[in-house]
């Protein structure tokens, strides 16, 4: 039988770190048990393929590392005390085949431990906020096996083109940006396509509970927004300029637009005179399908001004035309040099200053050839009106959504889109915290298993974060004593454990229980907050 563990002093410690926390979130999710629901293993295993998983999401979480060195991690870490498992039988071996077990089950073991986390945590789920990102990885993978997100080349997030990639999508709800769905795709697949299966998969996640997607343009199809408004699903999403050509921007006035009460996050310690603003005006858009039987859909289209983009676009445009003039005037003084001796070797240096500088919208040159020098000649000039009319569009952008006025009028529909940087905050701890680095296995199926265990464990990272901030709330505070270099700070999942990650336990001996050297008022403070005892060990 397991003893309690007993705080004191001692000698030859182990790394405790985060594990009690780990391991009290995995218990709360079910993950072992959903695991080997779905993926039972024989009776004399000597480990199930949930314990295989829960380790490799505490290494994720403590201190990630590739398969083949997570067994080193367990023995320097006190694994087999806080998650039960021993040790040495998590060699990379053992860790592939659970990968390969859990890879034909990971939307039912995903679906799963979402819907336990928004039961267990009580999260909301009726505003979801949606989005993919790229996850390179390293090898060649010409042989995939059908049914698994295939590592193809694409559009990588990390600008690795160099790489092929895999893709992640995850669902985040309003309530706390909780990862409560998640699910990997083809390297190469467009996210347009992937919508509507996901809407599928949260709606019976959501059950009863009304259901809004919020998510980037990627979201906005006919087929998409169709097969949502039809199943009662509403939606908020920006229009491309497909669907919204500049040409319908460059009208809009700020005189005929509301001001929106929002303060960006980033704005928030600024003078008000240095905050940016937001402007909306409202009207109606319809849609037609592709097919004339297709009826036409009729949305709410908002239309939005924001002062830090018209600001970001304008630097961006002069810095692209500054650096394109100075190539275009060292070309000049350069003509009949040995590097542009002809009038073909001025118009391909004209053709590299409009791609890589971005000016072919605006730049009008031509090269000639001088009739009494014989040398290459050039006129060029930026075209003033092609810039007055992108000038017209900057800062402004278009909303679509089916939201009833009742249920959002024209500045809450902006608010609502506002929170989709949270599925972009969980991207960044995605491929922060938990070190998703350009990943190299055996196979897809493994990829697309590994894909799912890191989400859950940042499933399991933000309900910390959750976690903590509420029990503050409760209490009516916002920060935590000397957690940010001895300051007070507001709490994230990464500060957190990080702090924690100091923790250690001496093991113990015969009758002897194991021993955690006393830990410090922050590390009680945070472990309180997250209602953990260490002591109560698996």
Not at 319 to 326: I, M, V
Not at 329 to 345: A, I, M
Not at 446 to 473: D, G, K, M, P
């Amino acid at each position: 039988m397991r003893q309690d563990a007993q705080f004191g002093s001692g000698s030859v410690e182990k790394l405790l770190g985060a594990l009690p926390v780990v391991a009290g979130f995995c218990s709360r999710l079910k993950i072992r048990d959903i695991v080997d629901g779905a993926c039972p293993v024989r009776d004399l295993a000597e480990l199930t393929h949930g314990q295989v998983i829960e380790a490799l999401v505490a290494n994720r979480l403590t201190s990630p590392s590739p398969l083949v060195h997570v067994q080193s991690w367990a023995r320097d870490w006190a694994v087999g005390e806080a998650l039960g498992v021993e040790p040495g039988l998590l060699n990379d071996d053992r860790i592939g085949r659970s990968l390969d077990a859990i890879a034909p089950h990971l939307d039912q073991i995903a679906g799963s431990v979402g819907v336990a986390a928004i039961e267990a945590f009580g999260i909301d789920v009726t505003r979801l906020h949606w989005d993919m990102t790229s996850i390179s990885v390293h090898g060649e993978y010409a042989q995939n096996e059908d049914g698994f997100a295939a590592p193809k080349f694409g559009h990588p997030k990390d600008r690795r083109p160099d790489l092929k990639q895999v893709q992640a999508g995850i669902a985040v709800s309003g309530d706390g940006g909780i990862p409560v769905f998640c699910r990997a795709f083809d390297g190469g697949a467009g996210e347009v396509g992937q919508v509507i299966p996901m809407m599928k998969a949260l709606q019976e996640m959501a059950t009863e509970r009304r259901l809004l997607i919020v998510g980037d343009s990627k979201l906005i199809s006919y087929a998409n927004l169709a097969a949502m408004d039809g199943d009662g699903v509403t939606f908020v999403a920006p229009a491309s300029k497909t669907y919204v050509p500049a040409a319908g921007l460059a009208g809009l006035t700020l005189d005929a637009a509301t001001e929106v009460d929002y303060v960006a996050h980033r704005d928030q310690g600024k003078p008000v005179g240095r905050r940016g603003t937001w402007h909306v005006i409202e009207d109606t858009m319809s849609l037609a399908g592709p097919r004339k039987s297709d009826p036409v859909l009729t949305l709410r289209r908002i239309f939005v001004h924001s002062s830090a983009r018209a600001d970001a676009a304008l630097a961006a445009r002069t810095k692209k035309l500054d650096r394109a003039r100075d190539d275009l005037q060292r070309l000049e003084r350069g003509l009949g040099s040995r590097h542009y001796p002809t009038e073909d070797k001025v118009s391909a240096r004209i053709a590299v200053i409009s791609r890589d500088r971005r000016v072919g919208a605006y730049l009008q040159a031509r090269a000639g050839t001088g009739p009494d020098t014989g040398k290459p000649t050039l006129e060029w000039r930026f075209d003033q009106d092609a810039i007055d009319a992108e000038a017209a569009t900057d800062g402004w952008y278009a909303l679509l959504t089916n939201l009833d006025a009742g249920e959002a009028d024209t500045a809450g529909v902006l608010i609502l889109y506002k929170g989709q940087e949270a599925v972009e905050r969980r991207y960044s701890a995605f491929k922060g915290p938990l070190a998703v680095a350009a990943l190299f296995l055996k196979n897809n199926r493994r990829i697309a298993a590994l894909v799912t265990v890191i989400c859950l464990a940042l499933l399991i990272f933000c309900l910390i974060e959750r976690q903590v901030r509420r029990s503050l709330a409760e209490q009516g505070e916002t920060k935590v004593a000397g957690l940010h270099a001895g300051r007070p700070a507001i709490p994230t999942g990464r500060l957190i454990l990080d702090a924690l990650a100091t923790m250690k336990i001496i093991p113990g001996a015969g009758h002897d229980p194991p021993i955690i050297p006393q830990p410090t008022p922050l590390q009680l403070r945070l472990l309180d907050l997250l209602g953990i005892d260490p002591r109560q060990l698996r």
